[in-house]
C-alpha cells in the first residue's frame, strides 16, 4: 500500500462516491505481510455482495485470489476464495457462478420487510387463503416475497404500515413505506408492491412486476339512455329499414302463432299483433300468457332482439352518462385517481368522483352496485368475491366491466436506491 500511494487513493475514491457497488472489476495486489492490515483497512467500505472487488495475495511461491464482501455494514468481512497461480502448477481457478448467485445465503441474518395492512389481524391469515377481501394487494405480494426469503436464507420480520408512502409538498418529504426507507428503518427491502410511478422513481428503484393487480370500473347493465343521450344517436337509414322489417316479421309471427298454435277460444285479429308488437318495443312484456313452445320462442326472440341496453365503450361514455361513480377505499386507491397527468383523467376525478365521499367501503360498494345507476372503481377480486356472496346469479350475470385509469397489472415491488441486493432480489 505505501509503495502504490496512487493506486491506493483511487480505491479509496472509488469507495467514497459509492463506485464498488456498480459493475465495475477491481484488481488489487497485496503483499502477504501487509494483508492483514489491508482487511483490517477496508472493514468499513462499502463492500458488499454486489461488488467485484479481487484481492491478490502476494507470496513468495504464489499469488491466492480472495473477494471480500460483508452482507450488512454492521456484520462481520466475509472472504471468497477465487484460485491459486504458481509458477509450477500454474493458474487453479475455482469455478465460480455469477456473484448474485454466489453470495445468496445471507446467513439468516435479520431484515425488517415493510408491509401495507389496513387491517391487523391480516398478519395472522397472510398464508391461510381465508378473508381474501381483506388486504388482498398485500396478500398476492407475500407469496412470491416468501421464495425470495428461503431462497436467500433471510431472517424476516414483517413491519405493518398503512400507506404506500406518498409526496408531501409542503415538508418536502416522504410519508409511509417510502418515508421509512429514506429514514433508514428499513434499509433493505419492502415487502409490499405498489403502484409504479415517476416521482416514485426518483427516490426508489422498482423490481419487475410480482403483483399482477387488477383495478377497473364494474356496473350494472343499463338502459341506453342511461349511458347515452338517446336524442343525440344518430340513425341511419339502414337502422329504420331493419327496425319496422323486424317489428314487421315479429307481427306476421305474432298473427300467425295467436291464430294456429295457441289453444284458446277467443278469436284475435291483426291489431292484437300490433299490440304485441309495440309491448315488445317497448320492453314491457305481453299481456297475453305464452302457453305454446312457440309462442314462448317467438316471445323471447323479440325481447332479446329489441333491447337497448348498452355498454360504455370509453371512459368518455362514462363521463357523459347519467352514472355516478365511486370508488372503493383502499390505501392506493387515491393515488391512482388524483395521480395521473392526463387533463381528462383529471376532470374526470374532480368532477364524476371527487365531489362527493367518492371513496367508500367495500360492502357499501357492493350494495351500491346492486342498486344500479352507479359504477365502481375498485380491485376486481374483491368486488366478485363479496358480489357472489351476496348477489343472485341474474344480478351477478348484469354485471360488467371497464378498464379505465391504469392498466391490469400494476403491482412493482420498490427497493431502496443503490440496494446491493437488487440483481440477487430480481433473480430470486
Not at 302463432?257 to 285479429?269: G, I, N, S
Request: glycine residues 6%.
Amino acid at each position: 500500500m505505501e509503495n502504490c500511494k496512487s493506486s491506493w487513493n483511487l480505491f479509496k475514491f472509488a469507495n467514497e462516491h459509492n463506485m464498488l457497488r456498480l459493475f465495475q472489476r477491481y484488481l488489487l495486489i497485496i503483499n502477504e505481510v501487509e494483508f492483514s492490515d489491508f482487511l483490517e483497512e477496508i472493514k468499513m467500505y462499502n463492500l458488499f455482495v454486489n461488488n467485484e472487488v479481487w484481492i491478490a495475495r502476494r507470496s513468495l511461491t504464489d499469488y491466492k485470489l480472495y473477494s471480500p464482501y460483508k452482507i450488512k455494514n454492521d456484520t462481520e468481512m466475509i472472504l471468497e476464495y477465487g484460485g491459486r497461480w504458481s509458477e509450477k502448477s500454474g493458474w487453479n481457478r475455482m469455478e465460480l457462478l455469477p456473484t448474485s448467485t454466489r453470495r445468496k445465503d445471507l446467513k439468516f441474518l435479520p431484515f425488517k420487510f415493510g408491509i401495507v395492512l389496513d387491517d391487523l389481524n391480516t398478519l395472522n391469515h397472510l398464508y391461510d387463503f381465508r378473508y381474501p377481501e381483506i388486504d388482498l394487494f398485500s396478500k398476492q405480494t407475500i407469496g412470491p416475497v416468501s421464495t425470495l426469503f428461503d431462497y436467500c436464507n433471510m431472517s424476516v420480520t414483517l413491519v405493518r404500515t398503512n400507506t404506500y408512502g406518498y409526496y408531501i409538498k409542503e415538508t418536502d418529504s416522504w410519508n409511509g413505506l417510502i418515508g421509512q426507507i429514506m429514514t433508514g428503518e428499513f434499509n433493505v427491502f419492502i415487502g409490499s408492491s405498489m403502484v409504479f410511478s415517476t416521482n416514485r422513481l426518483s427516490v426508489v428503484d422498482f423490481l419487475t412486476m410480482l403483483n399482477p393487480l387488477e383495478v377497473i370500473f364494474v356496473y350494472r347493465k343499463a338502459p341506453l339512455s342511461n349511458v347515452k343521450n338517446i336524442f343525440f344517436v344518430s340513425f341511419k337509414k339502414q337502422l329504420w329499414y331493419a327496425l319496422f322489417g323486424l317489428l314487421a316479421i315479429l307481427g306476421i309471427g305474432f298473427y300467425l302463432v295467436l291464430k294456429f298454435a295457441e289453444l284458446v277460444k277467443d278469436k284475435y285479429t291483426v291489431s292484437d299483433a300490433v299490440l304485441l308488437d309495440l309491448e315488445m318495443l317497448c320492453q314491457q312484456g305481453t299481456m297475453f300468457e305464452p302457453r305454446s313452445l312457440s309462442y314462448q320462442i317467438l316471445m323471447f326472440f323479440g325481447l332479446t332482439a329489441l333491447m337497448t341496453t348498452k355498454k360504455f365503450d370509453s371512459i368518455q361514455d362514462l363521463y357523459n352518462s347519467r352514472f355516478k361513480v365511486i370508488a372503493h377505499n383502499t390505501s392506493y386507491m387515491k393515488f391512482i385517481l388524483s395521480g395521473t397527468r392526463d387533463k381528462f383523467l383529471n376532470q374526470f376525478y374532480e368532477l364524476k368522483i371527487g365531489y362527493d365521499s367518492p371513496f367508500v367501503s367495500k360492502e357499501n360498494c357492493v350494495e351500491k352496485l346492486r342498486q344500479g345507476g352507479t359504477a365502481i372503481f375498485g380491485e376486481v377480486l374483491i368486488l366478485y368475491n363479496l358480489a357472489t356472496k351476496y348477489y343472485t346469479e341474474r344480478e351477478l350475470c348484469s354485471l360488467q366491466e371497464m378498464i379505465g385509469f391504469v392498466k391490469t397489472g400494476i403491482g412493482y415491488n420498490p427497493l431502496p436506491k443503490g440496494t446491493p441486493f437488487r440483481k440477487m432480489f430480481r433473480i430470486a
